[in-house]
Nanobody
Framework: QAQLVESGGGAVQAGGSLRLSCAAS????????MGWFRQSPGKEREFVAS????????YYTDSVKGRFTVSRDNAKNTVYLQMNSLKPEDTAVYYC??????????????????????WGQGTQVTVSS
């Protein structure tokens, strides 16, 4: 079983950057596909990005492509979300999640919340205009 702890959230002005981290416990972190999701007030939680276990494949929702980068360091059991050119509409609680079951070879197979078995508690990101 994995436990996930996010950090790095905060308040930033539009155009700024933040780097979220998600530290995972468990010796088999390197075998999990990792994902980032976010939830804004009054909205459903939505997919942001995913990365396969070996980092060979990544996938992003259209609204963050070119601005966000997901990466991981399996030696440190940590996954990152670098967020640049932030917009007010990026304001949300950001969650990392781990998928332990194989669905497909590429990261775009892992966009559904039900594919993920473990979730962090979330970290708030607030972008002001």
């Amino acid at each position: 079983q994995a436990q996930l702890v996010e950090s790095g959230g905060g308040a930033v002005q539009a155009g700024g950057s933040l780097r979220l981290s998600c530290a995972a416990s468990g010796r088999i972190f390197s075998t999990y596909v990792m994902g980032w999701f976010r939830q804004s007030p009054g909205k459903e939680r939505e997919f942001v990005a995913s990365i396969t276990s070996s980092s060979s494949s990544t996938y992003y929702t259209d609204s963050v492509k070119g601005r966000f980068t997901v990466s991981r360091d399996n030696a440190k059991n940590t996954v990152y979300l670098q967020m640049n050119s932030l917009k007010p509409e990026d304001t949300a609680v950001y969650y990392c999640a781990a998928a332990s079951h194989y669905v497909g070879r590429y990261a775009y197979y892992y966009t559904g919340q039900r594919q993920y078995d473990y979730w962090g508690q979330g970290t708030q990101v607030t972008v002001s205009s």
